[in-house]
Antibody, heavy 121, light 111 residues
Framework: QVQLQESGPGLVKPSETLSLTCTVSGGSISGSYWSWIRQPPGKGLEWIGYIYSSGSTNYNPSFKSRVTMSVDTSRNQFSLRLNSITAADTAVYYC???????????????WGQGTLVTVSS | QSVLTQPPSVSGAPGQRVTISCTGSGTNIGAGFHVHWYQRLPGTAPKFLIYGDINRPSGVPDRFSGSKSGTSASLAITGLQAEDEADYYCQSYDTSLSAWVFGGGTKLTVL
């Protein structure tokens, strides 16, 4: 059973960079697409972007200028960096795997529990 | 405002059938992109429930079913059980936004 676990600071100051890591266990990170998704308090889910295990990326245009994703196959981890953050970036951040047996655009079959990141000085 | 529209809440008694709607537009569901559904129990990771409009991943009971027509989709749950009380989210892809998009979520209460 694949499991995903987000980790990173729960509190980040405005204008700084939010950095999160997702650790994948129970399966290899290779050969799959991996996404970051967030949910601000009281709002809906929002897709941030995905990274393939080779390192290729596709970002939501709403975040494109601020987001960077990376992957470390040796550690079975992938990461999110979001810069110039504001209070509007306060949200629960999820990492998720794309289900490769579906037709594109691929849905998400495994999710992490989510981690709350609060932006405040 | 979420791109896909869901009712904020639905409810039903044990054993009953409930449906949750998901309404999109011509740039997402109406453009032919599939709809997928997720269940999020309190304090847990979202669970993959329905994919490709109508398909159930392995292990999902056949009490859960999906359908799609035009710019809308629906999730039906029959034989409602207390353990079904959760938030449900629909998801698709929007070609004008070039992004995976979600509904705002529907809270199911089992009376």
């Amino acid at each position: 059973q694949v499991q995903l676990q987000e980790s990173g600071p729960g509190l980040v100051k405005p204008s700084e960079t939010l950095s999160l890591t997702c650790t994948v266990s129970g399966g290899s990170i290779s050969g799959s697409y991996w996404s970051w998704i967030r949910q601000p308090p009281g709002k809906g889910l929002e897709w941030i972007g995905y990274i393939y295990s080779s390192g290729s990326t596709n970002y939501n245009p709403s975040f494109k200028s601020r987001v960077t994703m990376s992957v470390d196959t040796s550690r079975n981890q992938f990461s999110l960096r979001l810069n110039s953050i504001t209070a509007a970036d306060t949200a629960v951040y999820y990492c998720a795997r794309h289900y490769s047996s579906a037709s594109a655009p691929l849905p998400f079959d495994y999710w992490g529990q989510g981690t709350l990141v609060t932006v405040s000085s | 405002q979420s791109v896909l529209t869901q009712p904020p809440s639905v409810s039903g008694a044990p054993g009953q059938r409930v449906t949750i709607s998901c309404t999109g537009s011509g740039t997402n569901i109406g453009a032919g992109f599939h709809v997928h559904w997720y269940q999020r129990l309190p304090g847990t990771a979202p669970k993959f429930l329905i994919y490709g409009d109508i398909n159930r991943p392995s292990g999902v009971p056949d009490r859960f079913s999906g359908s799609k027509s035009g710019t809308s989709a629906s999730l039906a749950i029959t034989g409602l059980q207390a353990e079904d009380e959760a938030d449900y989210y629909c998801q698709s892809y929007d070609t004008s936004l070039s992004a995976w998009v979600f509904g705002g979520g529907t809270k199911l209460t089992v009376l």
